[in-house]
C-alpha cells in the first residue's frame, strides 16, 4: 500500500452555520475511500503574514492587547491579515512591516508557511525573513495600542520565553535554530 | 507610563452565535481606560496537548488526514484535545501518548504553552518533552489513519521541513535549538 492511499478524502456537503466579519464557520462532511464519512466543524478565516524583521542587532516586535485570549501586552511578531483583494503574502507583508513599525526591508526570505490550528480552522500563516530594514515612517499607521519593541539579537532568549504567540515562537525559533548554523 | 497601562481591556458583553461539538463562536465586546470599545470575534476551543516525544534516536510522529485544511497525511506531533472532565494538560498528554503511539514516558518536561490564533481564538496548546519511552500497547487505540512515523533525530531539519503544523514546528524547532546548545 503508497502511504496515504486510504487516508484521502473527498468532500461531501458542507453548511454554513455563521458568518462573521473575519471568520466563517461551517460543517463539513468528507468520505475515505473505505466509505467511512467523518462529520468536521471547520473556521475559516483569510490567512496571515508575520514578519521576523531584524537589523543585525535587533529583532524589531510588537506589543499589543489580545482580547480572545486575555492578554494585555502581548509580545508578538509584526503582522497581519491576508484581507485585501489580490494582495500576495509579500505585498501583505511589506505592507504590514510599513503599517506596524513604520519600516522597509531590502531583503525578503520566506521562511515557511503554517496551518494554526488544523484540526479545526483552515488559516494558513507565511512567515518571512525581512533583513536591510529602513525607515518608511510615512507608511506607519497610528495605533496607540501597538508598541513596537526593539530586542535584542543577543537574548533571543528571553524573547522566546518572553512570549506564548503561535507566529512569534515559530518565527523566533526559527532564526534560532538558523543562527546555531 | 507603565507599559501596557492603555492597553488593559474589560469585558462589555458578549453574544453566543454558534455552539458546535468542539468549539463556539462569540461576539464579544471590550473597553480600554480611554473608553473605545472594540468588537472581537472569538472561537471558543477547550484546548490541546502536544508531545515531543524521542528515544534518543528517533522522534515519534504520526501522519493523518487533516479535512479542515485539505492535508491528506500531514506530519504532525502526538497531541489531543483537553476534552475529559477534571483532566490536567499532563494527564491528557499521558493519555494521548499511549493511545496514539502505544508509549509511556518516565520523564515529562513542559515546554511552552502557546495560543494557535491569537486574534481569533482561545485555544491554548499545551507543548510537553516526553523521554525515557516504553511501551504501553495495552492502552493504543486502534485508528487506521493514523499512521506512527518514527524520524531520525539525526534529520530534524528533515521532519521540519516535511510538515507546516504549528505545534510541530514548535515542538520541533525547540528541539532543534534546545540541542544546540
Not at 539579537?153 to 534560532?176: E, P, S, V, Y
Request: hydrophobic share 40%; aromatic share 6%.
Amino acid at each position: 500500500m503508497t502511504p496515504g492511499d486510504d487516508t484521502r478524502f473527498e468532500l461531501v456537503d458542507e453548511e454554513a452555520k455563521w458568518e462573521g466579519r473575519i471568520v466563517t464557520v461551517k460543517v463539513a462532511r468528507f468520505r475515505y475511500p473505505d466509505g467511512e464519512v467523518a462529520e468536521r466543524e471547520i473556521v475559516s478565516h483569510p490567512g496571515a503574514v508575520a514578519m521576523v524583521a531584524h537589523d543585525e542587532e535587533h529583532v524589531w516586535l510588537v506589543r499589543q492587547p489580545r482580547e480572545a485570549t486575555g492578554d494585555p501586552d502581548l509580545l508578538e511578531l509584526p503582522a497581519g491579515k491576508l484581507d485585501e483583494d489580490g494582495e500576495t503574502p509579500l505585498e501583505c507583508g511589506q505592507r504590514e512591516l510599513a503599517e506596524e513599525i513604520g519600516k522597509a526591508a531590502e531583503h525578503w526570505e520566506h521562511v515557511t508557511e503554517y496551518v494554526s490550528s488544523v484540526g479545526i480552522m483552515d488559516e494558513v500563516v507565511h512567515v518571512y525573513l525581512a533583513t536591510g530594514l529602513r525607515d518608511e515612517h510615512a507608511e506607519a499607521e497610528h495605533n496607540e495600542r501597538i508598541e513596537i519593541v526593539r530586542w535584542p539579537l543577543a537574548d533571543l532568549d528571553g524573547a522566546i520565553a518572553a512570549t506564548r504567540d503561535a507566529k512569534t515562537l515559530i518565527g523566533l525559533l526559527w532564526l534560532k535554530a538558523h543562527s546555531a548554523d
